[in-house]
T-cell receptor
């Protein structure tokens, strides 16, 4: 079975540029999560969706960050304009809705470097 | 602040030895999960234990949960070099079955 697919795997861009990260969740999963991982702050939940609807975006650091899920098989996380402090590994994860306590399945992440 | 905190931050053992990692958390939970992360990869789910369970096994993994002490432990028996990775605990809050808060992780090195 295909897992969570993220693209690109690596992104290097200059400060001020727009960055778009993409995620394809596992088919049949109703929940999609975006995380950011840094050495200083660990793994932080940015936003999550249920059935394509954003449920909790309290972890989004500021207005420069936005996320969308136009359909069940695709989500984007956009940073505009990007800043050096946004450099991190960004993970997408998905899970099913068969009751509570479901494990999350992670992609291999996008390593983002803002110069 | 993060919900879960792992202890120790780093652990180095010889292949064949057992590895024990601990996790403490602060608020009431409905489940606790352990994940593994290999270098440069995403997190992989290992095991989930519900708040009404005290112990769970999966292959060479044994997880315990003590809700009175708000702590959990992950034991890996007969470790292998391939177990080298970072291990994270993640807690599911009582008011949200789907939102997980991850700890800072334990970096495990298993020397061949």
């Amino acid at each position: 079975d295909a897992g969570v697919i993220q693209s690109p795997r690596h992104e290097v861009t200059e400060m001020g540029q727009e960055v778009t990260l993409r995620c394809k969740p596992i088919s049949g999963h109703d929940y999609l999560f975006w995380y950011r991982q840094t050495m200083m702050r660990g793994l932080e939940l940015l936003i999550y969706f249920n059935n394509n609807v954003p449920i909790d975006d309290s972890g989004m650091p500021e207005d420069r960050f936005s996320a969308k899920m136009p359909n069940a098989s695709f989500s984007t996380l956009k940073i505009q304009p990007s800043e050096p402090r946004d450099s991190a590994v960004y993970f997408c994860a998905s899970s099913r809705t068969e009751g509570s306590n479901q494990p999350q399945h992670f992609g291999d992440g996008t390593r983002l470097s803002i110069l | 602040s993060q919900q879960g905190e792992e202890d120790p931050q780093a652990l180095s053992i010889q292949e064949g030895e057992n590895a024990t990692m601990n996790c403490s958390y602060k608020t009431s939970i409905n489940n606790l999960q352990w994940y593994r992360q290999n270098s440069g990869r995403g997190l992989v789910h290992l095991i989930l234990i519900r708040s009404n369970e005290r112990e769970k096994h999966s292959g060479r993994l044994r997880v315990t949960l003590d809700t009175s002490k708000k702590s959990s432990s992950l034991l890996i028996t007969a470790s292998r070099a391939a177990d080298t990775a970072s291990y994270f605990c993640a807690t599911g809050w009582m008011d949200s079955s789907y939102k997980l808060i991850f700890g800072s992780g334990t970096r495990l090195l298993v020397r061949p």
